[in-house]
């Protein structure tokens, strides 16, 4: 049976400034099961890195609730969380230079963790580690003898030394091509096989397009998720489907806990509302949302 590995309830978030305060997340509520591969999407400023950097216990929430495999990310003393983020999540930065240290090899940056840790036959897991990304023959090289994706590949080898119960990826292939792309979702699928769980931030269209679950954040909420057609499951890995452009998934609008919802954007502007009302009725057990008669 799965167990939830993620909750987030009416999880609140303010920047405080002298002058100003910016509600980042503003009721966001959320639950990610054990083993899933979840996608979170949103425009700058939705919120989108602030949900992940609190997952990986790099800033407080301001209220709300928030449990990660079970810990209370609220009630957490100084030295909890730093127990948390060495054995509970792994971290895998669009910025190369966060994921290693250049003047260590590819295989000392992976075993730099586990000297944190009681993990034992370090040099035998990290080496495992980097055969898992295809990254076993450049374990000597340094950060500057390596490509953006190879770094980012032996940067997912890093973020899992200490065995994490959730992997988080902020943008993981945004600074690098297609094709590289490619091979770091395939070896997230393949981690997700194993039953890792997974949360990716991206902006990357065909990426997300081809992950089971994703979550849409606008506005510091959760406007709407898409779930992955069945018919495409099997097909994740094929490079002749256009994953950009095709209509991979089903979309679905998520109600809050007092019934409110958003809207997808395109979709109100195919109305062209004059203001903000729509008219709203039930018929033949639907709830349709239509755009108010002339008057």
Do not use: C
Not at 104 to 115: Q, R, W
Not at 155 to 179: M, Q, W, Y
Not at 195 to 209: F, N, R, Y
């Amino acid at each position: 049976m799965s167990e939830t590995m993620i909750k987030a309830d009416n999880l609140v978030k303010i920047y405080k400034t002298k002058e100003t305060e910016v509600l980042a997340l503003q009721g966001l509520d959320l639950t990610v099961e054990q083993g899933e591969l979840t996608a979170i999407i949103g425009n700058s400023g939705s919120g989108k890195s602030t949900f992940l950097n609190m997952i990986g216990g790099l800033d407080k929430p301001s209220a709300g609730s928030l449990f990660v495999a079970g810990s209370n990310l609220f009630t957490m003393t100084e030295k909890q969380l730093v127990l948390y983020k060495r054995d509970t999540v792994g971290f895998v930065w669009q910025n190369n230079g966060r994921n290693m240290l250049p003047f260590l090899s590819a295989l000392e940056n992976v075993m730099l963790p586990m000297h944190l840790s009681d993990t034992r036959k370090k040099k035998d897991k990290a080496l495992e580690l980097l055969e898992m990304v295809g990254m076993s023959h450049k374990k000597y090289n340094r950060m500057n003898m390596l490509s953006g994706g190879e770094q980012q590949r032996i940067a997912i080898a890093i973020a899992l030394a200490n065995s994490p119960k959730v992997l988080l990826a902020d943008e993981p292939t945004g600074s690098v091509d297609v094709r590289t792309a490619n091979y770091i979702f395939d070896v997230f699928t393949e981690l997700n096989k194993t039953g890792q769980t997974i949360l990716i931030v991206t902006h990357d269209m065909a990426l997300s397009k081809k992950v089971k679950r994703v979550i849409a954040i606008r506005d510091g909420k959760i406007s709407s998720e898409r779930v992955l057609r069945e018919s495409y499951t099997d097909r994740v890995q094929e490079t002749d489907i256009d994953w950009r452009n095709e209509d991979t998934q089903d979309e679905y609008a998520v109600l809050d806990r007092v019934g409110r919802l958003q809207l997808p954007h395109d979709m109100v502007s195919s109305l062209g509302l004059s203001d903000n009302k729509v008219k709203v009725f039930v018929r033949d057990g639907e709830i349709v949302i239509a755009k108010p008669e002339d008057k």
